[in-house]
């Protein structure tokens, strides 16, 4: 098999049956993403809010990645991003041009229904205080008021705390904790919630869909926080032959 070590990127060298196609392949469940890898985290509705310039260096998006607040408990997640493009053509020619309009971003979310902060106040925890949460309207509170005094349940779409927008980020990076990218998801509203209860089911969900103005790229590089439990280097027999190309030089 030691020919399978090389990768093909164009038509001249292609070899179905002796190469893979734009990468090295052979460790690619080392070096995608996978959930167990992904993170969520919540903070205020634009990333600029955050004191980090868009062109900024690793290290001080990590600083600034450092004052969101991490989701957990989280089951799935989807976001969808579309825009509306229209074909136009003009008298005179037979080609087709196209104009496009804003994007739109769409997400949802199913998170555990357990003890603690339920999924909308979860969202909020990076914009509203556990002090703030019913300083809005009392006439539409947005969650109850357990015995300690912590509102933990929000749930009343119609309180004006859920007419503030908040910020979303996910972060991906493989099994060496290398920073496969990531999106900041800003000016995020909810537009929905869901919860189902059956018979016989194992769990309750939290659900919730929403939208938000845009999704922001952002990279915060490797090596921040504690990923491997201490260990921050990758194993040398981990390392493939095919020298700092993509897929595999992260792993030296």
């Not at 947005?142 to 933990?152: K, Q």
């Not at 919860?195 to 659900?207: A, C, E, H, P, T």
């Amino acid at each position: 098999m030691a020919g399978i070590n090389v990768h093909k990127t164009g038509i001249d060298n292609w070899n179905p049956q002796g190469a893979h196609i734009e990468r090295f392949m052979e460790n690619a469940a080392y070096t995608s993403a996978h959930p167990d890898d992904t993170l969520i985290l919540v903070g205020p509705s634009r990333f600029a809010d955050l004191g980090v310039a868009p062109t900024a260096g690793s290290t001080d998006i990590q600083t600034a990645i450092n004052k969101l607040v991490a989701i957990g408990m989280v089951q799935s997640m989807q976001v969808s991003q579309q825009r509306n493009v229209t074909p136009v053509q003009a008298i005179g020619s037979g080609r087709n041009y196209f104009m496009a309009g804003k994007s739109m971003v769409n997400f949802n979310m199913a998170r555990l229904y357990a003890k603690g902060n339920n999924l909308q106040r979860a969202l909020y925890r990076g914009v509203v205080s556990d002090a703030n949460v019913n300083a809005f309207n009392p006439a539409e509170p947005a969650a109850s008021t357990g015995g300690d005094g912590n509102s933990r349940y929000a749930l009343n779409l119609d309180s004006e705390m859920f007419l503030i927008p908040f910020g979303m980020c996910l972060v991906f990076r493989d099994k060496s904790n290398a920073s496969l990218g990531g999106f900041y998801m800003e000016s995020c509203m909810i537009q929905g919630y869901q919860l189902s209860v059956v018979s016989g089911q194992n769990v309750i969900m939290d659900n919730v869909s929403g939208l938000c103005d845009r999704m922001f790229p952002i990279d915060i590089g490797s090596q921040v926080g504690n990923f491997f439990g201490g260990r921050v280097s990758v194993p040398a027999d981990v390392t493939t032959p095919e020298g700092n190309d993509l897929g595999n030089g992260r792993l030296a």
